[in-house]
C-alpha cells in the first residue's frame, strides 16, 4: 500500500508540472487555434535559462523563475510576431511552421550550449522530506505541486478578473465584432502566445532537478501536454487540470501494475479509446469558435 | 481534368526517364551511389503515400512512421529467420526466449512477408482510421491522435525485446533470395527493383487521385459536411485512402529495411514521422509526384550537405521548412502550377477560343 501511496505522490508532482505545460498549450490553442508543437522545446529553453542563471550567475531555481518566465515569453513574443502572426488563417500549417521552429530552437540550442546533458541543483531550502507514516514526500516536489495550484489560481483571475482577460475572452467568442469594439486582437494574440511559452518555461524550470537537461526533453513532454489538452476538452481551465492530474496518476499507477512503459503504453491506447467516445474531451467548453 | 491528368503523365514520363536512365548514367553505374538513391527512392514512395491522405483527403497523418515501421519489420523479421537457419535469432536468446514466438512462425515463408508487409500495416491504419473518422474527428486532432499511436507503437517495439530487438532493431540479416536470384543492394538490378516499385506505386497513386474516388476525397478535404449532404459515407472514403496510404507506406518500409539491411525503432519515431511529413510539403503535397520529388530532393540535399555542415544541418532543414510552410505553402509543385499559370495567363484569350473554356477558370487549390 505504501508503493501505491508514495507512486500516487510522485504522479502527482509530475501531473502539476504536466498541467503547467497543457495550460500555456491550451490558452494558445483555446484563443488563437494555434496547435504549438514548439511548446515543448519552449521547456527545453526554460530549463537552460535555469541551468545558464544557475551556472553564470548562481541563482537558484526558485529566484530564477520570474527571470526564466519572462525570457521565454519574450522568445515565444517574438516568434509570435515573427512567424505564427503569419499562419491564423492556416490552423493545420502552424503545426508544421511551430515544428520546424522547434526543430531550430533545438538545434540552436545543440550547437550553442552542447548536446550532453546538464545538471541544476534543487534549492537547499527544499532538499529534506516529510514523512507522514510510510509516505515520504521529497519537500521540492510539495513545492511543485503548490506552486502549478498557484498558477492556475493566477491564470484563472487573468482570465477572469482583469481587462486583459475580458478582451481574451471577447476576442476568443468572436474576433471580428471585438475588433469593432476597439480590441486590438493581434496584440492579445500576442500577449496570449508570450503567456503561454512563459508557462512552458516555469514548468521548464521546474522540471530541471527532477529531469535531466537535454535539447530532446520536450519532444516527450509536448506529446503528453498534447493529449491532456485533448482528453481535459479544449478550452476548459477545469478540464485541463482534471486530465493532467488523470493522467499523471493513471500513469503512475499503471507503472506499478504493469511497468513504466507499459503502463504509459496503456494510457495511450486509453486516450486514443476515450477520444472515439468523447471527441471533445472530458469537460467541452462551450465556447463557439 | 484531362489536361492536368496529361501534365501528370508528362511529368510522371520525365520522371521515370530521370530516374531510370538519367541517374544511373550520371552516376556511372556506381554500386554506392545507387544504393543511396534506392534509398531515396523508397523514401519517396512513404513521401507520395502520405500525399495520398494529406494532400488529396485533407488527413494529416503525423504516424505514417508507424506503418513504414511495420513494413519494414516484416521484411526484417523474414530476413532475420532466413540468417539464423535452423536456430532461434540472436537476440531472443539474449532475452531468454526458448522458442520461435508464435508470431514469427509465418516469416519463414516470403509470400507471406511481402502480403503482412503490406496488409497489417493496412490494417493498422484501417482500425486507427475507422475509429477516427465514425466519430467525425477531423484537423488537427486526426494529427494529434495519429502522433499519440506513432509514441505508443514506439514504445510497445521498444519494449518487446525478446520479439523485435528492442532498442538495436533487428540486424544481422541475410539477404533476399527472390525467385532463385539473390538481391545484392549494391547491384543496378536491385536499384531498378525498388525503382519499379516506386514507379507502379505512383501510376497507382496518380490513377486514385484522377479517378472519381480522387474526386470525392477532394470533395472531402474542401468540406466534409456539404459531401455528407450529398449522400457519399466521408468515413467509408476517408477510412480507405488511410489503409492505401498505409499499405504504401509498408511496402516503402520493406524496401527501406532491404536498403539499409536493418529494421530499427528510430524508423517509427516521431522526427522521422515528422520527416516525411516535411518531404511531402516541400514536394507538393496536393500532387504524388510531387511528394515523391520532394522526398528525393530533400534526402538528396541531406546527404550533399551534411558532410559539409555535420551539425549546422538540421538546423537548415529547419529554417527551409518554416520558409516553405510560410511562403510556398502549396510546396514546389504549387510554385510550378502558378508560374505556368501565369505564362498561360498572357496568352489565355487564344486559349479561350479555342477550347471554349471560360478565361481564369479556378482550378481546386
Same mark, same amino acid.
Given at each position: 500500500?505504501?508503493?501505491?501511496?508514495?507512486?500516487?505522490?510522485?504522479?502527482?508532482?509530475?501531473?502539476?508540472?504536466?498541467?503547467?505545460?497543457?495550460?500555456?498549450?491550451?490558452?494558445?490553442?483555446?484563443?488563437?487555434?494555434?496547435?504549438?508543437?514548439?511548446?515543448?522545446?519552449?521547456?527545453?529553453?526554460?530549463?537552460?535559462?535555469?541551468?545558464?542563471?544557475?551556472?553564470?550567475?548562481?541563482?537558484?531555481?526558485?529566484?530564477?523563475?520570474?527571470?526564466?518566465?519572462?525570457?521565454?515569453?519574450?522568445?515565444?513574443?517574438?516568434?509570435?510576431?515573427?512567424?505564427?502572426?503569419?499562419?491564423?488563417?492556416?490552423?493545420?500549417?502552424?503545426?508544421?511552421?511551430?515544428?520546424?521552429?522547434?526543430?531550430?530552437?533545438?538545434?540552436?540550442?545543440?550547437?550553442?550550449?552542447?548536446?550532453?546533458?546538464?545538471?541544476?541543483?534543487?534549492?537547499?531550502?527544499?532538499?529534506?522530506?516529510?514523512?507522514?507514516?510510510?509516505?515520504?514526500?521529497?519537500?521540492?516536489?510539495?513545492?511543485?505541486?503548490?506552486?502549478?495550484?498557484?498558477?492556475?489560481?493566477?491564470?484563472?483571475?487573468?482570465?477572469?478578473?482583469?481587462?486583459?482577460?475580458?478582451?481574451?475572452?471577447?476576442?476568443?467568442?468572436?474576433?471580428?465584432?471585438?475588433?469593432?469594439?476597439?480590441?486590438?486582437?493581434?496584440?492579445?494574440?500576442?500577449?496570449?502566445?508570450?503567456?503561454?511559452?512563459?508557462?512552458?518555461?516555469?514548468?521548464?524550470?521546474?522540471?530541471?532537478?527532477?529531469?535531466?537537461?537535454?535539447?530532446?526533453?520536450?519532444?516527450?513532454?509536448?506529446?503528453?501536454?498534447?493529449?491532456?489538452?485533448?482528453?481535459?476538452?479544449?478550452?476548459?481551465?477545469?478540464?485541463?487540470?482534471?486530465?493532467?492530474?488523470?493522467?499523471?496518476?493513471?500513469?503512475?499507477?499503471?507503472?506499478?501494475?504493469?511497468?513504466?512503459?507499459?503502463?504509459?503504453?496503456?494510457?495511450?491506447?486509453?486516450?486514443?479509446?476515450?477520444?472515439?467516445?468523447?471527441?471533445?474531451?472530458?469537460?467541452?467548453?462551450?465556447?463557439?469558435? | 481534368?484531362?489536361?492536368?491528368?496529361?501534365?501528370?503523365?508528362?511529368?510522371?514520363? /520525365? $520522371?521515370? *526517364? #530521370? &530516374?531510370?536512365?538519367?541517374?544511373?548514367?550520371? !552516376?556511372?553505374?556506381?554500386?554506392? @551511389?545507387?544504393?543511396? %538513391?534506392?534509398?531515396?527512392?523508397?523514401?519517396?514512395?512513404?513521401?507520395?503515400?502520405?500525399?495520398?491522405?494529406?494532400?488529396?483527403?485533407?488527413?494529416?497523418?503525423?504516424?505514417?512512421?508507424?506503418?513504414?515501421?511495420?513494413?519494414?519489420?516484416?521484411?526484417?523479421?523474414?530476413?532475420?529467420?532466413?540468417?539464423?537457419?535452423?536456430?532461434?535469432?540472436?537476440?531472443?536468446?539474449?532475452?531468454?526466449?526458448?522458442?520461435?514466438?508464435?508470431?514469427?512462425?509465418?516469416?519463414?515463408?516470403?509470400?507471406?512477408?511481402?502480403?503482412?508487409?503490406?496488409?497489417?500495416?493496412?490494417?493498422?491504419?484501417?482500425?486507427?482510421?475507422?475509429?477516427?473518422?465514425?466519430?467525425?474527428?477531423?484537423? /488537427? $486532432?486526426? *494529427? #494529434? &491522435?495519429?502522433?499519440?499511436?506513432?509514441?505508443? !507503437?514506439?514504445?510497445?517495439?521498444? @519494449?518487446?525485446?525478446? %520479439?523485435?530487438?528492442?532498442?538495436?532493431?533487428?540486424?544481422?540479416?541475410?539477404?533476399?533470395?527472390?525467385?532463385?536470384?539473390?538481391?545484392?543492394?549494391?547491384?543496378?538490378?536491385?536499384?531498378?527493383?525498388?525503382?519499379?516499385?516506386?514507379?507502379?506505386?505512383?501510376?497507382?497513386?496518380?490513377?486514385?487521385?484522377?479517378?472519381?474516388?480522387?474526386?470525392?476525397?477532394?470533395?472531402?478535404?474542401?468540406?466534409?459536411?456539404?459531401?455528407?449532404?450529398?449522400?457519399?459515407?466521408?468515413?467509408?472514403?476517408?477510412?480507405?485512402?488511410?489503409?492505401?496510404?498505409?499499405?504504401?507506406?509498408?511496402?516503402?518500409?520493406?524496401?527501406?529495411?532491404?536498403?539499409?539491411?536493418?529494421?530499427?525503432?528510430?524508423?517509427?519515431? #516521431?522526427?522521422?514521422?515528422?520527416?516525411?511529413?516535411?518531404?511531402?510539403?516541400?514536394?507538393?503535397?496536393?500532387?504524388?509526384?510531387?511528394?515523391?520529388?520532394?522526398?528525393?530532393?530533400?534526402?538528396?540535399?541531406?546527404?550533399?550537405?551534411?558532410?559539409?555542415?555535420?551539425?549546422?544541418?538540421?538546423?537548415?532543414?529547419?529554417?527551409?521548412?518554416?520558409?516553405?510552410?510560410?511562403?510556398?505553402?502549396?510546396?514546389?509543385?504549387?510554385?510550378?502550377?502558378?508560374?505556368?499559370?501565369?505564362?498561360?495567363?498572357?496568352?489565355?484569350?487564344?486559349?479561350?477560343?479555342?477550347?471554349?473554356?471560360?478565361?481564369?477558370?479556378?482550378?481546386?487549390?
Amino acid at each position: 500500500m505504501d508503493v501505491v501511496f508514495n507512486q500516487a505522490f510522485a504522479g502527482l508532482s509530475i501531473a502539476s508540472i504536466l498541467l503547467i505545460i497543457a495550460l500555456g498549450l491550451a490558452i494558445i490553442y483555446g484563443t488563437m487555434g494555434v496547435i504549438n508543437l514548439a511548446h515543448g522545446e519552449f521547456v527545453m529553453l526554460g530549463a537552460y535559462a535555469t541551468w545558464a542563471l544557475q551556472t553564470h550567475l548562481g541563482l537558484g531555481v526558485i529566484t530564477a523563475l520570474p527571470l526564466v518566465f519572462l525570457a521565454v515569453a519574450a522568445a515565444g513574443w517574438v516568434i509570435e510576431k515573427v512567424i505564427v502572426q503569419r499562419l491564423y488563417t492556416r490552423p493545420l500549417d502552424t503545426i508544421l511552421a511551430t515544428w520546424g521552429i522547434g526543430i531550430i530552437l533545438q538545434q540552436a540550442i545543440r550547437l550553442g550550449v552542447g548536446a550532453e546533458s546538464k545538471f541544476v541543483r534543487g534549492p537547499q531550502w527544499l532538499s529534506g522530506n516529510v514523512e507522514i507514516g510510510a509516505l515520504v514526500m521529497s519537500n521540492y516536489r510539495l513545492f511543485v505541486i503548490a506552486f502549478s495550484l498557484f498558477i492556475v489560481a493566477v491564470t484563472w483571475l487573468l482570465m477572469t478578473r482583469t481587462e486583459f482577460g475580458m478582451k481574451l475572452r471577447a476576442v476568443i467568442q468572436n474576433r471580428g465584432i471585438s475588433e469593432c469594439y476597439g480590441i486590438e486582437a493581434k496584440k492579445v494574440y500576442s500577449v496570449t502566445f508570450a503567456y503561454g511559452a512563459g508557462l512552458a518555461g516555469i514548468a521548464g524550470a521546474l522540471i530541471t532537478p527532477l529531469f535531466s537537461t537535454i535539447p530532446t526533453m520536450g519532444t516527450g513532454l509536448v506529446v503528453d501536454a498534447f493529449l491532456v489538452v485533448i482528453v481535459g476538452g479544449l478550452g476548459s481551465l477545469v478540464g485541463t487540470a482534471a486530465a493532467a492530474m488523470l493522467i499523471g496518476e493513471v500513469t503512475a499507477l499503471f507503472s506499478i501494475v504493469i511497468n513504466d512503459t507499459l503502463g504509459r503504453i496503456a494510457v495511450l491506447a486509453g486516450i486514443i479509446i476515450l477520444i472515439r467516445f468523447r471527441p471533445r474531451g472530458l469537460f467541452p467548453s462551450d465556447t463557439r469558435r | 481534368m484531362n489536361s492536368r491528368l496529361s501534365y501528370d503523365i508528362i511529368g510522371l514520363a /520525365v $520522371f521515370a *526517364a #530521370v &530516374i531510370l536512365f538519367g541517374v544511373p548514367a550520371f !552516376f556511372g553505374y556506381d554500386a554506392f @551511389e545507387l544504393n543511396t %538513391f534506392s534509398r531515396y527512392l523508397s523514401l519517396a514512395i512513404v513521401s507520395m503515400a502520405l500525399a495520398l491522405s494529406w494532400g488529396t483527403a485533407g488527413l494529416l497523418n503525423l504516424g505514417q512512421a508507424a506503418t513504414f515501421g511495420m513494413g519494414s519489420y516484416a521484411m526484417a523479421m523474414h530476413l532475420k529467420l532466413k540468417a539464423s537457419g535452423d536456430g532461434l535469432p540472436d537476440f531472443m536468446g539474449w532475452n531468454n526466449v526458448d522458442t520461435l514466438p508464435i508470431l514469427w512462425v509465418p516469416f519463414h515463408s516470403f509470400a507471406f512477408t511481402l502480403l503482412a508487409g503490406l496488409l497489417v500495416p493496412a490494417a493498422v491504419g484501417g482500425l486507427i482510421a475507422v475509429f477516427m473518422f465514425r466519430a467525425r474527428i477531423a484537423g /488537427v $486532432f486526426v *494529427a #494529434v &491522435i495519429t502522433l499519440a499511436f506513432l509514441v505508443a !507503437f514506439q514504445l510497445l517495439v521498444i @519494449e518487446q525485446q525478446g %520479439f523485435t530487438g528492442g532498442q538495436n532493431g533487428l540486424t544481422g540479416l541475410a539477404p533476399l533470395v527472390l525467385f532463385g536470384w539473390t538481391v545484392d543492394i549494391y547491384s543496378v538490378a536491385f536499384y531498378y527493383l525498388v525503382g519499379a516499385c516506386l514507379m507502379v506505386a505512383l501510376m497507382f497513386g496518380l490513377y486514385l487521385t484522377h479517378s472519381k474516388f480522387g474526386l470525392i476525397l477532394r470533395a472531402i478535404r474542401e468540406d466534409p459536411d456539404r459531401t455528407r449532404y450529398f449522400g457519399y459515407n466521408v468515413a467509408n472514403y476517408q477510412t480507405v485512402i488511410f489503409c492505401i496510404s498505409a499499405g504504401l507506406a509498408g511496402l516503402a518500409g520493406m524496401l527501406y529495411a532491404l536498403v539499409l539491411e536493418f529494421a530499427s525503432p528510430t524508423y517509427m519515431s #516521431v522526427s522521422f514521422s515528422l520527416a516525411i511529413v516535411i518531404w511531402c510539403a516541400v514536394g507538393g503535397r496536393e500532387s504524388v509526384l510531387a511528394a515523391a520529388v520532394g522526398a528525393i530532393l530533400v534526402n538528396l540535399a541531406e546527404g550533399r550537405l551534411s558532410d559539409v555542415f555535420v551539425e549546422g544541418w538540421h538546423m537548415m532543414l529547419g529554417v527551409m521548412f518554416l520558409l516553405v510552410v510560410m511562403f510556398m505553402p502549396r510546396g514546389i509543385y504549387g510554385v510550378i502550377v502558378d508560374t505556368f499559370r501565369a505564362l498561360r495567363r498572357t496568352s489565355a484569350c487564344d486559349d479561350a477560343a479555342q477550347s471554349g473554356a471560360p478565361l481564369n477558370s479556378k482550378q481546386e487549390s
